[in-house]
């Protein structure tokens, strides 16, 4: 294919990708007082496991539209004369596979796929890649459009808080604020977290200020500092023996912890480090709760809070006994 066809198949394709679908086409979507909310990565992959399989070159998925195999096309009965006219959408493949088939074969494909299909008496025919494409071009036509929200009559209440499911809390730990993570930082004003290495540097602590130590990783086998460990120092210590496991209830320590936070904070010239292990963790969690019960923030701005200053990835227990107390102190102050 000559670089002016080459070029001519790009702006037909960007074309063809914004064809604009019609609003008439779309039935109007009459929404309650509170719109359905959108489904978690997790429930769409469990849900397109639980699917049908199919292990045919094509599928008709929708009438008069398939979805197939780049074999496909070669077990189609070309010469039947029943077949109706067809449309083949492969430029996607084209550009992956030019080697793999003919060149006279793709050429037409390519030209034909970028034909719109009149709506009656036409079908679609999408190779996989291309199927993908083609739903994120209608997807990213519908928003712009304005269509998938539900158009709601009458007056509209401000909706409600929604609580986060585990799958976008997951999403929101990935997303990485800090520059790097460094053995003990400052995430809320006199408020510190940090790893086991922080918690032994007396002389860091010293030059910091410390006036109370919470250790989330207390016991023989994990960080045994205790209250020996700081003697001749002018600080206070709390130990807890907490693991870091999914099925370790931490949640029982929030309260106190916090409430022994908020104490220590309230001192003139009160300064609290909380540590663990790795300080992202275990510690994190307990920081996390303090920031919601006591500063009143909902368990997303608590992690934007803390990860604004350091990187911290409480594991899937912990995150989902915060997501139980973002529900309760939710309900006590009326955001649910």
């Given at each position: 294919m000559?670089?002016?066809?080459?070029?001519?198949v790009?702006?037909?394709?960007?074309?063809?990708a914004?064809?604009?679908?019609?609003?008439?086409s779309?039935?109007?979507?009459?929404?309650?007082d509170?719109?359905?909310?959108?489904?978690?990565i997790?429930?769409?992959e469990?849900?397109?496991?639980?699917?049908k399989?199919?292990?045919?070159?094509?599928?008709?998925?929708?009438?008069?539209?398939?979805?197939?195999?780049a074999?496909g096309?070669?077990?189609l009965?070309?010469?039947?004369?029943?077949?109706?006219?067809?449309?083949?959408?492969?430029?996607?493949?084209w550009?992956?596979?030019?080697?793999?088939?003919?060149?006279?074969?793709w050429?037409?494909?390519?030209?034909s796929a970028?034909?719109?299909?009149?709506?009656s008496?036409s079908?679609?025919?999408l190779?996989?890649?291309?199927?993908t494409?083609?739903g994120?071009h209608?997807?990213?036509s519908?928003?712009?459009?304005?269509?998938?929200?539900?158009?709601?009559h009458?007056?509209?209440?401000?909706?409600?808080?929604?609580?986060?499911?585990l799958?976008s809390?997951?999403?929101?730990?990935?997303?990485?604020?800090?520059?790097?993570?460094?053995?003990?930082?400052?995430?809320?004003?006199?408020?510190?977290?940090?790893?086991?290495?922080a918690?032994r540097?007396?002389s860091?602590?010293?030059?910091?200020g410390?006036?109370?130590?919470?250790?989330?990783?207390a016991?023989?086998?994990?960080?045994?500092?205790g209250?020996?460990f700081?003697?001749?120092?002018?600080?206070e210590?709390?130990?807890?023996?907490?693991?870091d496991?999914?099925f370790?209830?931490?949640?029982?320590?929030?309260?106190p912890?916090a409430?022994?936070?908020?104490a220590?904070?309230s001192?003139?010239?009160g300064r609290?480090?909380?540590h663990?292990?790795?300080?992202?963790?275990r510690s994190?969690?307990?920081v996390?709760?303090?920031?919601m019960i006591?500063?009143?923030?909902?368990?997303?701005?608590?992690?934007?809070?803390?990860?604004?200053?350091?990187?911290i990835c409480?594991?899937s227990?912990?995150?989902?006994q915060?997501?139980?107390l973002?529900?309760?102190?939710?309900?006590?102050?009326?955001?649910?």
């Open positions: 000559t670089l002016e066809r080459q070029r001519g790009t702006a037909e394709a960007e074309g063809w914004g064809w604009p679908m019609a609003e008439t779309l039935p109007e979507l009459v929404g309650e509170k719109a359905t909310p959108c489904p978690s997790l429930e769409l469990e849900l397109l496991r639980a699917g399989s199919s292990c045919s070159r094509v599928d008709e998925v929708w009438p008069n539209l398939f979805i197939g195999d074999a096309p070669y077990s009965p070309w010469g039947s004369a029943n077949l109706p006219p067809w449309h083949w959408s492969f430029w996607c493949c550009r992956l596979w030019p080697r793999r088939t003919h060149r006279r074969w050429e037409p494909s390519v030209e970028l034909e719109p299909a009149t709506p008496g079908s679609w025919r190779h996989p890649l291309s199927a494409v083609f994120l209608r997807m990213d519908l928003q712009k459009q304005d269509l998938r929200r539900p158009k709601i009458g007056a509209v209440r401000a909706s409600p808080y929604q609580p986060p499911t799958a809390l997951q999403r929101l730990l990935w997303v990485r604020q800090a520059a790097m993570l460094n053995h003990i930082d400052e995430v809320w004003p006199s408020l510190f977290l940090g790893d086991a290495y918690a540097d007396k860091k602590l010293t030059q910091l410390i006036t109370h130590v919470v250790n989330a990783a016991g023989k086998f994990q960080v045994d500092t209250a020996k700081y003697r001749g120092m002018s600080l210590y709390y130990g807890i023996e907490a693991d496991n999914p370790f209830d931490l949640s029982v320590y929030f309260l912890v409430r022994y936070i908020r220590a904070l001192i003139p010239q609290v480090l909380v663990c292990a790795m300080g992202i963790s994190a969690t307990l996390l709760a303090f920031l006591y500063e009143n923030m909902t368990l997303v701005e608590a992690i934007q809070t803390v990860q604004a200053h350091r990187n409480p594991n227990g912990f995150l989902r915060l997501q139980v973002d529900n309760r102190l939710g309900r006590e102050t009326g955001r649910l």
